[in-house]
């Protein structure tokens, strides 16, 4: 009965061990208690109380509240994250896409050249107006016009004409 016991603590390699599978263990759990919470205000089901109480619950009773929430809530957990993900990229899409199309609407030189070709059949615009109009648009200044925020080339030769006329 007198034989000294040796705990895992007294060598100092274990020692080292269950410190380090403490320590990540600690900083697992920070991790989880934050996209908890970031679940908690990204769900947009739930409503203002049931966000503050889960909020209460996972922060007054971290361990019981954290278990609780991936046992109730934890399936729907990653759906929400994809579907937050997907909208991120569909928005990076859009705009990628809008500003590849030069920011004029999505508008190519070539609708606007047949654009203007039908404002001419209807004789909305004369054929001296419509190849003014098409040396702009060809030579790209349409583009830098509708980035300001004024009409087309083909709108403003209309509208010139009619004024013109009256």
Do not use: C
Request: a negative charge; charged letters at 25%; zero cysteines.
């Amino acid at each position: 009965m007198n034989e000294q016991v040796h705990l895992a603590y007294d060598f100092p390699l274990l020692s080292v061990f269950w410190t380090m599978l403490v320590f990540f263990l600690w900083i697992a759990w920070f991790i989880l208690l934050f996209r908890i919470i970031s679940d908690i205000f990204r769900d947009d089901t739930l409503s203002g109380w049931a966000k503050t109480g889960w909020l209460v619950l996972v922060l007054v009773l971290p361990f019981l509240g954290v278990f609780v929430y991936v046992i109730t809530r934890g399936r729907n957990m990653g759906r929400r994250e994809m579907a937050q993900a997907r909208a991120r990229q569909d928005a990076l899409d859009d705009y990628i896409r809008e500003t590849a199309m030069g920011g004029h609407g999505g508008r190519t030189s070539v609708d606007e050249l047949a654009r203007l070709s039908e404002i001419r059949s209807r004789g909305d615009i004369t054929d001296e107006e419509f190849r003014r109009a098409k040396e702009l648009v060809l030579s790209g200044s349409w583009a830098s016009e509708r980035a300001g925020g004024s009409p087309s080339t083909a709108e403003g030769a209309a509208r010139d004409r009619s004024e013109t006329a009256t």
